[in-house]
Nanobody, 113 residues
Framework: QVQLVESGGGLVQPGGSLRLSCAAS????????MDWYRQAPGKQREWVAG???????NYADSVRGRFTISRENAVDTVFLQMNRLKFEDTAVYYC???????WGQGTQVIVSS
């Protein structure tokens, strides 16, 4: 059983930055690949970024160069650093693992002037 808890969302102006965190329960975190997804109002959930247990990363084209996913296994946490935020980044952001078997409750990000 894995429990995921996201935090760090909020209201930010275009061009600003936010750092999301996803804390995972259980000592197995270090062997899990982790992903961030987001769901904008009226849209389907989309994959944003992923990080392997070894630290290899991958990004959706829409965020590559602006977002950075990282992990700190010592504290069972994965991060999503979001820079140069755009209006279209507004969404609820979720972390997930085990190919979507486990999800957090989500954290809201609103990009607005």
């Amino acid at each position: 059983q894995v429990q995921l808890v996201e935090s760090g969302g909020g209201l930010v102006q275009p061009g600003g930055s936010l750092r999301l965190s996803c804390a995972a329960s259980g000592s197995i975190f270090g062997i899990l690949a982790m992903d961030w997804y987001r769901q904008a109002p009226g849209k389907q959930r989309e994959w944003v970024a992923g990080i392997s247990r070894a630290g290899s990363t991958n990004y959706a084209d829409s965020v590559r160069g602006r977002f950075t996913i990282s992990r700190e296994n010592a504290v069972d946490t994965v991060f999503l650093q979001m820079n140069r935020l755009k209006f279209e980044d507004t969404a609820v952001y979720y972390c997930s693992t085990l190919n979507g078997e486990y999800w957090g409750q989500g954290t809201q990000v609103i990009v607005s002037s």
